[in-house]
């Protein structure tokens, strides 16, 4: 077996560890004759494995005890609309709420796209003139009176941004943390609402991590109370809540490696673990892009990810040069999102520090041989 360097941007790298451990059940999960895969999600042995994966996702990011974990399916994309049906309340014909959305990137974009069928959103906060560059200032918040929600994507995968903070504002906060759950510490209790796709830092794809408040649930409720017709079950978070994820058949195996993720981040030391060893990645690969004019970082120094690194070289043949040579060289997905092109260096939890420490060394044989 041989394993590349991962710097792919989701579905991205997995701990090997527990790569190993997914192996092991698919052909017999606890005794029971049938792999994981195999097994009816009404058993007590999968029973167990939600709850265990709600337990450690609460222990994790300090999850108030009076918030609710589900898992869904259907990615971010889909908490996009699920998010404004919701919490709006619009019946795609009369807006009953609004909500502001910050516009740091694509996925946000989209995000407004979906609340605008639902209610009088808008995009209170735009980089597009910018390019992407930057997420808003402490200082810049801006939130219209009387708003529902304000909505933020934490970090940026194809601009490579990230929200070093919590925006404050005086208005119940929704966050996409897609791509940089479970990194760092994060204060849940400061949102309303949090969704996740598994695919970055949680596991595999087919999975999405949503942690609703009390105050999101009475709103759903309260929404397929007086909505005509109600909400659609499978788009209800109330129903998901009251059937602990299982109001259909989950993603079975996409959980059960949710978990076993979780497992190996607790083991490791949970969030202040996370974050040192996230930060040490970024700062050594950030270190080599800010000593050469040769590389040419997209984002502004207090906006910068750790999760994703994007960067441009002098000319586009330079680099489908450097990704043709870097795949030669075993270092795998850092061919920039197909919207802007350059490089992208996706630096998740799993990405091992000698994995950055390989790319590092790769770039500056690159830049002798070109530059």
């Known amino acids: 077996m041989s394993r590349s360097h991962n710097f792919s941007a989701g579905p991205a790298a997995l701990p090997l560890s527990v790569v ?35 337990a450690r996702l609460g222990r994790l990011l300090g999850v108030p005890a009076d918030y609710r974990i589900v898992f869904l399916q259907g990615g971010a994309s889909l908490q996009f609309a699920m998010v404004p049906l919701n919490l709006l309340g619009g019946d795609g014909r ?35 003139a910018g390019g992407y560059t930057r997420v808003p200032r402490a200082d810049e918040v801006p939130v219209r009176p009387g708003v529902r929600y304000l909505h933020y994507t934490t970090n940026n995968t194809i601009a490579g941004t990230q929200y070093p903070a919590v925006p404050q504002a005086p208005v119940p906060l929704v966050a996409d943390m897609s791509s940089d759950i479970c990194s760092r510490p994060i204060d849940v209790a400061a949102h309303a609402l949090i969704y996740a796709g598994a ?46 994820s299982m109001y259909n058949t989950p993603n079975t195996f996409g959980i059960f490696a949710l978990e076993r993720v979780l497992a190996w981040v607790e083991a490791a030391g949970g969030m202040p673990a ?98």
């Open 274 to 371: 996370m974050e040192a060893r996230n930060r040490r990645k970024a700062e050594i690969l950030y270190a080599e892009l800010d000593r050469s004019d040769f590389w040419r970082p997209h984002a502004q120094l207090d906006s910068r990810s750790w999760m994703n690194i994007t960067w441009r070289l002098p000319t586009p043949e330079l680099e489908a040069a450097f990704v043709q040579q870097a795949t030669a060289a075993g270092l795998v997905g850092l061919k920039g999102h197909r919207s802007v092109g350059g490089i992208r260096a996706s630096l998740y939890n799993a990405v091992e520090p000698a994995s950055v420490q390989a790319l590092v060394s790769f770039m500056q044989a690159f830049e002798a041989s070109q530059g």
């Open 199 to 244: 695919q970055k830092n949680l596991g595999p794809s087919g999975v999405t991590a949503v942690i609703l408040s009390p105050w999101a649930i009475e709103q759903s409720r309260q929404t397929g109370a007086t909505r005509p017709g109600g909400l659609p079950s499978m788009l209800d978070y109330s129903v998901a809540v009251d059937n602990d």
């Open 94 to 128: 009369t807006a009953t709420a609004s909500a502001d959305y910050h516009l740091t990137g694509t996925w946000s974009n989209k995000a407004l796209k979906e609340a605008k069928r639902f209610g009088d959103a808008v995009g209170t906060w735009d980089d597009k």
């Open 20 to 54: 190993e451990e997914i192996q092991a059940a698919l052909p017999e999960f606890m005794g029971m004759g049938a792999g994981i895969m195999e097994i009816s999600h009404r058993s007590k042995q999968f029973e167990g494995v939600v709850a265990s994966a709600v």
